[in-house]
Nanobody
Framework: QVQLVESGGGLVQAGGSLRLSCAAS???????MGWFRQAPGKEREFVAA????????NYADSVKGRFTISREDAKNTMYLQMDNLKFEDTAVYYC?????????????????WGQGTQVTVSS
């Protein structure tokens, strides 16, 4: 199993940037890693995922060109660089881990989750 802890959330103005981190304990390099988010009153939605060793990535259309997912296996850490933030990016952001890539954007397919970090974008 793997345990996940997010950090880096906060309050930022629209157009600004934040970098989220997800620190993992356990066999980090064995897992596909991802980010999801949940805004108030909405269902949790997929943001981005990165394959083992970073050999592939996948992004939600809403964040393509603005967010960048990366990982450092030597540090057991994944990142989400968020640029040109918009008010609608406001949400609790969760990191997640899984062993396969089928249905990568479906949250029910991800067994391991962090506790979440709040990102608030002021307009």
């Amino acid at each position: 199993q793997v345990q996940l802890v997010e950090s880096g959330g906060g309050l930022v103005q629209a157009g600004g940037s934040l970098r989220l981190s997800c620190a993992a304990s356990g066999p980090f390099s064995d897992y596909v890693m991802g980010w999801f988010r949940q805004a108030p009153g909405k269902e949790r939605e997929f943001v981005a995922a990165i394959w083992w060793s970073g050999i592939g990535t996948n992004y939600a259309d809403s964040v393509k060109g603005r967010f960048t997912i990366s990982r450092e296996d030597a540090k057991n850490t994944m990142y989400l660089q968020m640029d040109n933030l918009k008010f609608e990016d406001t949400a609790v952001y969760y990191c997640a881990a899984r062993s396969a890539v089928v249905d990568i954007q479906r949250d029910s397919e991800w067994p391991f989750w962090g506790q979440g970090t709040q990102v608030t974008v002021s307009s």
